[in-house]
């Protein structure tokens, strides 16, 4: 492919609503434009990296046996008013109203109803399963506010695959399966992935696993053991038990005044103590009824932790009114001392000393309360989020590091098919719900990942796998019959070999294209100039390295397809 007859707006002006590396340089190297808020066109070359993605995921999906479908984007509600998604994703379920048709119709952020549907449907017998199918879609959500450029957006690019079995051992089994697949397929595109123990969210099931990408860029965090025996994301992520804490003697109870003092930052001031050295309760409703979670100051409530911790129940914040009545106080003055529902510590408020607390009482807290003599636990399990200086479960010092996600694999188990009645008939004619698991990757992250963790002060560090064109080839002077005559024999040498390769055929300055081609980041470079072509060699660079290797004009093809060859490299 020529360069003057392709489509590169590369661009010096960095974009002044880009703050992260890979959104500047994708929109730098003419890879994506922005159409609106959270919604990009993939120009041409950006377009070229998102099809091999796609290439590298088909291949390693269908040598598991998954069989690729197509679903549509539109789904009708009432397939996720049959699982209560509807109510779970909330405002990011993206609806359309205009017209009345459309008022009974969503946009997919994600495809479980749709094929659950389809499976009971057509499959009914047990002798038909395991299966698992997968597609390759454009999805949406209600992002509240795009940002990151491909990282975060309103529109995105995803497989999702979804297995049926008959039994849980056979969920195990494909579990496993994909798990491998993921690895072997983030390896090929080149991505430094980690994978971590995760929470399901609003896709729900009993197990998963996040794959992510260490960067500064990222959004989620992922939390390891020092000595790498333990990773998960910072959802999931599990702590070793706060050692009990001492004191020189056991203070007695006391009630202080607190006028219009009730967040922990105003208390602790005015108290002149430590946020760690408070209990900060926190109500729910739980179906109707009050649910308190007490964790210590400086620390946060990790939903999921709880919910999980109280049964499975669904929790919302309690409104005022079911607050006040419980504690017979104004909100933000509540504590465990004399508090009549059911509560859940978490295990570091279990060994605290002295505490500090709300009173129950408007405009009062205590100090001194003591587990045991003021208040007692009867439910004590880890709620929080885990916290530098924490350890992992095993002892070690916990590490926190910025991610991307780029895939995640769930066992769903029967949520989607006890809700759908979906259901095959076993070996003895009994109705079973289908057993599932959902496996998900992000192509657009996928690109925005391999750039965060390749690229330097010029541009692009393309993985060679996903890389737009594998070889670049740079004429330096088009106007010299001898420089074009060896250069465009090298471009069809190439293409002749299934190597694709671009050439930069523009009259333009050396340092012009020297520039446009770090910033692109084709993993190999191979310059023809006046002087070189004279002396008979060209010069061969890789784009992560510095040096330049002047090779005979004879010997630039082997060279160069000895560089590119499939799994050669894993980063030029």
């Known amino acids: 492919m020529l360069w003057t007859k392709f489509l590169i707006p590369t661009s010096k ?13 994708m929109i730098r190297a003419g890879l994506i434009r922005q159409v609106a808020a959270g919604s990009y066109t993939y120009l041409p070359l950006g377009y070229r990296v998102l099809r091999k993605v796609e290439q590298i995921i088909r291949e390693e999906m269908n040598a598991t046996g998954a069989i690729e479908l197509h679903m549509p984007a539109m789904h009708p509600v009432e397939l996720w008013e049959e699982t209560g998604r509807v109510e779970t994703m909330g405002e990011t379920l993206m609806r359309l109203t205009d017209k009345p048709f459309r008022k009974a119709t969503v946009l997919g952020p994600t495809h479980e109803e749709v094929v659950t549907d389809t499976v009971r449907a057509y499959l009914n017998s047990y002798k038909q399963l395991p299966i698992t199918l997968y597609q390759i879609q454009t999805k949406f959500r209600d992002e509240a506010r795009p940002k990151s450029g491909v990282l975060r957006t309103r529109e995105f690019h995803m497989k999702d695959a979804y297995s049926f079995h008959a039994d849980k051992a056979g969920l195990d089994a494909n579990y496993e399966k994909m798990y491998q697949a993921y690895c072997r397929l983030f390896a090929r595109c080149g991505l430094p992935y980690v994978a971590v123990e995760a929470e399901s969210g609003p896709i729900g099931g009993d197990a998963s696993h996040e794959f992510m990408v260490v960067t500064d860029a990222g959004e989620d965090y992922l939390v390891r053991a020092e000595d790498g025996s333990y990773a998960a994301n910072l959802e999931r992520a599990e702590m070793a038990p706060l050692p009990e804490e001492t004191c020189d003697r056991i203070e007695e109870l006391k009630e202080v005044h607190t006028p ?33 979670a ?35 106080a104004a909100v933000g003055f509540a504590g465990p001392v004399g508090l009549k529902a059911r509560i859940i510590a978490d295990q570091a408020v279990s060994v605290m000393k002295n505490a500090v607390t709300g009173a129950n009482k408007t405009d009062y807290h205590i100090t001194g309360a003591n587990i045991g003599r003021d208040f007692q636990l009867k439910d004590v399990a880890d709620i929080r989020y885990a916290v530098p200086g924490d350890k992992s479960p095993s002892g070690e010092p916990l590490i926190f590091e910025k991610c991307i996600e780029v895939g995640h694999v769930f066992k769903l188990g029967t949520k989607y098919s006890k809700a759908m009645k979906a259901t095959f008939l076993d070996e003895k004619g009994v109705a ?26 010029n541009g692009i560090r393309w993985p060679l796998e996903i890389a737009p064109y594998r070889a670049l080839i740079v004429a330096l002077d088009v106007r010299e019959a001898g420089v074009m005559e060896a250069a465009m024999k090298l471009h069809d040498e190439l293409e002749a070999a299934g190597i694709d390769v671009l050439m930069d055929d523009r009259d333009a300055r050396p340092g012009f294209k020297f520039k446009d081609a770090d910033l692109v980041g084709i993993p190999v470079r191979v310059v023809f100039g006046k002087r070189g072509v004279s002396e008979g060699v060209a010069e061969v660079k890789l784009r992560s390295e510095k040096d330049v290797h002047k090779v005979p004009l004879n010997e630039v093809f082997d060279r160069v397809r000895e560089l590119v060859e499939p799994g050669s490299r894993g980063c030029p």
């Open 13 to 25: 002006e960095v974009p002044a609503d880009a703050t992260v590396p890979s959104h500047k340089l």
């Open 260 to 292: 219009e003092l009730s967040t922990i930052e105003q208390v602790s001031g005015f108290l002149k103590c430590q946020p760690r050295n408070m209990i900060k309760t926190i109500i729910y409703d739980a179906g109707g009824e009050p649910l308190v």
């Open 294 to 328: 007490l964790v210590r100051g400086d620390h946060e409530v990790n939903e999921m932790k709880l919910a999980r911790a109280a049964g499975g129940v669904k929790l919302e914040m309690a409104p005022a009114a079911m607050i006040e009545k419980l504690t017979g």
């Open 432 to 457: 079973k719900p289908f057993i599932m698991g959902c496996y998900g990757i992000g192509l657009n992250r996928i690109m925005a990942a391999a750039i965060e963790a390749f690229h330097d002060e």
